[in-house]
């Protein structure tokens, strides 16, 4: 018999103090994804990769849980998280600025890394009390050329899982794969979304290859109460 295959959990959008909106200390952001039983987080903190620093100090404590780190910035197109560059290559790039979401795919791409649209939808309310507004996918990512993921499933969210939905949907109509990120600015929020990978991943490299493969799914808590309603979602087959 085959041995059962534990999916990797990554928590692929996680913010500290660092990104200026929140009084969330670093360690307790670890410490809150060790609780939740991830196996990693990317720290993705707005406008500079160099922000998250203080978090490489941090992997000697974190005992099993991985720390990984990648940027948020803005775009043309929205915010797009940026994974797989280093501290050198990078340079902050991009920061304090509305950057070309084009010109971010691919200076991401050609330093090995990946850049992926971040929450890349709207609410669309019929009038001001409208509880369950429309889900509509950002107009602006269908054109840019080269995306190889979308985030599908972002924690903020949860009170909308439609939203989980539409992008799911979306991203399997275009053939791109999903990933999950909580986008945390408070410890409790972590692990809210997720990603799951095949295999466990050791470096931010590995991450780029393993979305490139497309072996990863995005997760999130609002999924449970609707993986009945979800039909171009593939849920991860790997025992959680
Ligand atoms: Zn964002
Ligand atoms: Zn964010």
């Known amino acids: 018999m085959m041995a059962k295959r534990q999916a990797f959990k990554i928590d692929m959008h996680v913010h500290s103090m660092y990104s200026g909106e929140s009084p969330a200390e670093p360690r307790d952001i670890v410490e809150a994804a060790k609780e939740k039983g991830l196996d ?33 910035l803005s775009t043309d197109a929205g915010h797009m998280l940026v994974y797989g560059v280093t501290d050198e290559d990078w340079k902050d790039w991009g920061a ?19 850049a992926i649209p971040a929450h890349p939808y709207s609410l669309e309310k019929r009038n001001a009390f409208d509880n369950a507004p429309s889900v509509v996918v950002d107009e ?24 989980c939905e539409v992008l799911g949907r979306y991203a399997a109509s ?18 809210r979304a ?10 931010a490299r590995d991450i780029v ?32």
């Open 40 to 72: 990693a987080i990317v720290i993705t903190e707005h406008e500079r990769l160099s922000l998250s620093l203080p978090f490489e100090e941090l992997r000697k404590t974190a005992g099993h849980l991985k720390i990984f780190r990648g940027v948020e």
């Open 140 to 163: 602006r990512i269908k054109h840019l050329t080269g995306l190889k993921a979308l985030e599908v499933c972002n924690g903020k969210h949860s009170r909308f899982p439609e939203v």
């Open 194 to 203: 997720y990603t799951s990978f095949r295999v466990p991943v050791y470096s």
């Open 96 to 114: 304090d600025r509305v950057c070309s979401a084009q010109e971010l795919i691919a200076r991401s791409a050609k330093l090995g890394g990946l």
């Open 174 to 191: 275009v053939n791109l794969p999903g990933i999950g990120g909580s986008d945390a600015h408070m410890p409790e929020e972590v692990g």
């Open 209 to 240: 290859r393993e979305i490139l493969r497309g072996h990863v799914w995005p997760q999130a808590d609002s999924l449970k109460l609707t993986t009945s309603r979800i039909s171009a979602f593939v849920i991860c087959e790997i025992s959680m």
